[in-house]
């Protein structure tokens, strides 16, 4: 990998990523730490590397900081970028716009999926909080009936002693896995990176997929979009579950096998708190947006609003790691590419 070089002034830096998403990503304060790291070539972003004079502003850049809506940067790009050795994405995977030369030509890169990672496992707690108070069929009932707290006919409620299954040891997991300290339960961990030791280390059971579905009362999916991963949750596992447990989704649609979800939902045996679904948006008329048993929401677990600039200010400290001549905290190694959503 290229280590960093020794700079006889500040390192030459440019933003490339949509226009309008620079003050989405950055507060006004961590765009001046940036200019007092940095030298920053333009004052607004490139969006487009076929804009006129894109590259007689890039050439002498070292650095680019990149965010949603970034351009492709291939091979053709990088013979234009001669000066390039760092990428500080200021959003989350790098694999929709970064192609493999990247790291073949020993360009560092860094992403800030783990600041990204933080609402997520914020979101997936509360699901299993509220899942499985079973807030929404209470809410259904009380909106229908006008009954109070009638449990009759409901699936257990309540999260003590119960057992969450996590279904990915990814950063979003590792994350939940620390929340849910707070809770009196037993947690287990499918991931076949995740050996024994780490697990142990964690405060987690690994397990396989099969053992992990019978066992558990939530089964929560934080596992990356991957050709291994896509339907690992599928008729055969859903079935396994017992009456009663929460499947959460706040990954990736396709991860489950949405028409064997579907089945298994309509029936009433399962419980949902669905981020992502697959097709994303559902349609209409789909039967789940009527279902006293599942809660929908549009992909809202990740950043938003006030949690943007989380991205932004995990960015700039990687610049400054940079400029201080530190490693990369959150490097996006080129061997890992392949598990990493």
């Not at 680019?64 to 050795?85: E, N, S, Y």
């Not at 790098?94 to 990247?102: C, D, G, H």
């Not at 079935?239 to 064997?260: E, F, P, Q, W, Y």
Request: hydrophobic share 50%; with cysteine; glycine share 10%.
């Amino acid at each position: 990998m290229t280590t960093n070089l020794q700079h006889a002034g500040p390192m030459k830096a440019a933003f490339v990523m949509g226009r309008n998403n620079l003050s989405a990503l950055f507060s006004t304060e961590d765009l001046a730490r940036l200019r007092g790291m940095v030298t920053l070539l333009g004052s607004e972003p490139v969006a487009s590397f076929s804009e006129p004079g894109a590259f007689g502003l890039l050439e002498d850049a070292e650095l680019l900081i990149t965010g949603w809506g970034a351009p492709v940067i291939d091979g053709w790009v990088l013979d234009r970028l001669p000066r390039l050795r760092t990428i500080v994405h200021a959003a989350g995977t790098v694999k929709t716009f970064l192609s493999p030369e990247v790291h073949e030509r020993g360009i560092q890169v860094s992403s800030s999926a783990a600041a990204n990672a933080v609402p997520v496992a914020e979101f997936t707690f509360a699901a299993i909080i509220m899942g499985l108070k079973r807030a929404r069929r209470f809410s259904e009932q009380l909106r229908t009936t006008g009954a109070s707290r009638n449990s009759a006919g409901f699936p257990a409620i309540g999260t003590n002693g119960v057992t969450i299954g996590l279904v990915g040891a990814s950063r979003v997991g590792r994350l939940v896995i620390g929340l849910l300290k707070n809770l009196d339960a037993r947690v287990l961990v499918y991931d076949p990176y995740l050996d024994a030791v780490e697990a142990a280390a964690l405060g987690v059971e690994s397990v396989g997929l099969a053992q992990l579905c019978m066992l558990s009362d939530v089964v929560s999916v934080h596992a990356p979009d991957i050709a291994e991963t896509r339907g690992i949750i599928g008729a055969k596992e859903l079935s396994l579950m017992k009456d009663g447990t929460l499947v959460i989704n706040t990954a990736r649609g396709v991860l489950i096998d949405a028409a064997a979800l579907t089945r298994e939902l309509v029936s009433g045996r399962l419980d949902a708190y669905l981020d992502v679904t697959d097709p994303e948006p559902l349609p209409a008329g789909s039967v789940l947006h009527t279902l006293p048993n599942v809660v929908l929401t549009p992909h809202i677990a990740g950043a938003l609003g006030n949690e943007i600039h989380r991205l932004g200010s995990q960015a700039v400290m990687e610049v400054r790691r940079l400029t201080e001549g530190l490693p990369l905290a959150y490097p996006v190694l080129a061997a890992d590419l392949a598990r990493i959503a």
